[in-house]
Each structure stands twice: as structure tokens, then as C-alpha cells.
């Protein structure tokens, strides 16, 4: 009930696409879906968050979609660069647990020029 | 602002030794201070979550007496690992949360620090 499951495992993209990575929660009470972004040797930096009463948010190359009913939340990250390997987390809290990420498992993405 | 500052970076002891990190908010109050593991190629584990002033709480599996937990102040928490054993090896990571400036659950994580038992 607690774990948010992450795919794919690694994901290898060249420069200028698409780089799309996938989560999947199963508590509903989840009010907080955040996705950090982590190079090697480095704490995880946030990248862009989501609240489940909107269903896309956008922030620059990289966007969120939300799917509440399938209880699935995407990170799309456009015109992917090099610059942007490394691996990236989503997340999950409970604001009553007193923000308690959850995290999924990690995705290594990796951009080639 | 929101930086979190963590130290040392990398530190390097010999086995039965005890070592202490440091975790700090540097522009805000942190009401809340989380303690992660992360092994190489693996996602961040928690290991404690500390509110100033009161009593680290832990989580499963996650040994309180080797793994001490202090968070005497708005700005700053340390781990002590007590008797530090080659296992102990990891990345710590710390995060910070300001619960009076924002009302999700925002965290600021630190940069993290190696440690290396020998």
C-alpha cells in the first residue's frame, strides 16, 4: 500500500527526444507527487511536483501528467539533453504522516548526443 | 533559498569507530529533518525522521542505538553512527522540511556524505 513502483529501470534516449518515465501508487491518500532529479555523488534535487487535483503540470522541458483514476503519474521530459542524465526518482507523501516521501525505485536515464 | 548543507561531504574511519554527520538549513527554520540511506544504484531509504526538540522516530528495522539521531535546533540535526562496521558504508543524505512556510511536503535534501569504514 505504501510503495510506488517505478519503471523502466534505465532508459537510454537520444539527444532532442523524448524521455518518458512512468509511476504507479497504490494508497490513494497520497496528497504529493514529487520527482527529484540526482547525479552521481549528489543529493536529490526537486525538479517539479504535482498535487493529485490537477492532471498536467508543466515547468519548462519537463512535465507531469496525472492519472488519478488509473492512480499513474509520468514524467515527460522534452528535447532531452545530455546534461540531463541522471536519475531520477518519483515520489509520494502523506501529508498527515508528516511528509514522509515514499520513494520509487529510480530510473537512470541516459541522453546521447 | 531552502539550501541544506551537509558535513563532512566524505569521510573515511576504521571499523568500531563512531562518526558524526552534520545536516544543516542554512535560510529557513527546519521544523522537520529526515535521515536517508542510499546504497550505490539503489533509491533513498529512510531511516529516521527528527522534529526539533523531541525524540528522532525510526523506522523499521533502522537501529536507534547505533544510529543516533540529535536535532537540537531549527537549523541543524547530526547522525552518529556508533561503532561504525564496513555494512555501515553508504551515502547519508539528509532533507529538511520548513512545515510553517509551506503547506505540502516539500523537502530540501542535502548533498550528501560518503561514508567509508575500513
Known amino acids: 500500500q505504501q510503495q510506488v513502483k517505478q519503471s523502466p529501470q534505465s532508459l537510454i534516449v537520444q539527444k532532442g527526444g523524448i524521455s518518458i518515465i512512468n509511476c504507479a501508487y497504490e494508497?490513494?491518500?497520497?496528497?504529493?507527487f514529487p520527482w527529484y532529479q540526482q547525479f552521481p555523488g549528489k543529493g536529490p534535487a526537486l525538479l517539479i511536483a504535482?498535487?493529485?487535483?490537477?492532471s498536467e503540470k508543466k515547468e519548462g522541458r519537463f512535465t507531469i501528467s496525472f492519472n488519478k483514476s488509473a492512480k499513474q503519474f509520468s514524467l515527460h521530459i522534452m528535447d532531452s539533453q545530455p546534461g540531463d542524465s541522471a536519475t531520477y526518482f518519483c515520489?509520494?507523501?502523506?501529508?498527515?504522516?508528516?511528509?514522509?516521501?515514499?520513494f520509487g525505485q529510480g530510473t537512470e536515464l541516459s541522453v546521447k548526443p | 533559498g531552502a539550501v541544506v548543507s551537509q558535513h563532512p561531504s566524505r569521510v573515511i574511519c576504521k571499523s568500531g569507530t563512531s562518526v558524526k554527520i552534520e545536516c544543516r538549513s542554512l535560510?529557513?527554520?527546519?521544523?522537520?529533518m529526515f535521515w536517508y540511506r542510499q546504497f550505490p544504484k539503489q533509491s533513498l531509504m529512510l531511516m529516521a525522521t527528527?522534529?526539533?526538540?523531541?525524540?528522532?522516530?525510526?523506522e523499521q528495522g533502522v537501529e536507534k542505538d547505533k544510529f543516533l539521531i540529535n536535532h537540537a535546533s531549527l537549523t541543524l540535526s547530526t547522525l552518529t553512527v556508533t561503532s561504525a562496521h564496513p555494512e555501515d558504508s553508504s551515502f547519508y543524505i539528509c532533507?529538511?522540511?520548513?512545515?510553517?512556510?509551506?503547506?505540502?511536503?516539500?523537502?530540501?535534501f542535502g548533498p550528501g556524505t560518503r561514508l567509508t569504514v575500513l
Open positions: 494508497n490513494t491518500a497520497f496528497d504529493y
Open positions: 532533507s529538511a522540511r520548513d512545515a510553517l512556510r509551506t503547506t505540502y511536503n516539500e523537502q530540501f
Open positions: 515520489a509520494a507523501t502523506l501529508y498527515n504522516q508528516g511528509g514522509k516521501l515514499i
Open positions: 504535482i498535487r493529485p487535483d490537477v
Open positions: 527528527s522534529n526539533e526538540g523531541s525524540k528522532a522516530t525510526y
Open positions: 535560510d529557513f527554520q527546519a521544523t522537520t
